[in-house]
C-alpha cells in the first residue's frame, strides 16, 4: 500500500548530462570516485526517493489496542516509509499492522500499487476514533480514501476488523493518540 505516487525517474537528458559531468571530473581529477558520487548526486535530484524492491520489515513498531485486541503495529512516519508501506509483503501476522503517521490532518489517499495482501485500512482521527474503514484488493491502483482529514491511517489484514466488530466510530488507544 503506498499513500502517494512514485516520482518519474531522472530523464534522459539528465543521465547524458551527468555522465558529460563524470568524464570532465575524471579526465580533470586524479579522484576517480570523487567524480562518480558528484555525477550520481546530479542523476537522481534532490528529494527523488528510488524504488525499494523488497518489503520494509525493521519499522519502528508502536502498541495500540482496539478495545480488547492487541496490535502490534509498524511506524511510517517517513515520506519513503509511507510510500512503500505493506508493498512486496507476502504475509503479515494477523494481529499486525502498519500505522501511517502523516505531519497534519488531511484527507487520505490510499491505493494497492505492489500490495499483495488484501488489506483493510482504518482512517484514524487524531484521538484514535476510526473515521471509516475501506477495504481493499491486491495490486489495485483504486484510491481509497478518508471521509474527513486525519493524521493516522492503520492497515490491516483484510477482515481483521469485521472479525472483532471494530467499526467506524470506535477508539484506537496507544502512544499515538495520548499527544494532545
Known sequence: M???RATPAPSLDALHTATGILQRLA????????AVCV?????VPAGV???????QLNLQRVELTAGMHRIDAQVAAAPQERQTGLMHRKDMPQHEGML????????????????LLPLTAAFVDDDGTIVNLADMKP?????HCSAKPVRYVLEMNQGWFAKK???AGAKLTGAPFSRK
Do not use: H, Y
Not at 579526465?27 to 570523487?34: D, E, H, N, Q
Not at 526517493?49 to 518489503?55: D, F, I, K, S
Not at 501511517?100 to 500490495?115: G, L
Open 139 to 143: 495490486q489495485t491502483l483504486d484510491s
Open 27 to 34: 579526465r580533470r581529477t586524479a579522484g576517480f570516485w570523487s
Open 100 to 115: 501511517f503517521v502523516f505531519e497534519q490532518p488531511a484527507q487520505q489517499c490510499f491505493w494497492m500499487k505492489n500490495t
Open 49 to 55: 526517493a528510488t524504488a525499494q524492491e523488497g518489503p
Open 39 to 43: 555525477a550520481c548526486s546530479l542523476a
Open 2 to 4: 503506498t499513500a502517494s
Open 165 to 167: 466488530n471494530i467499526k
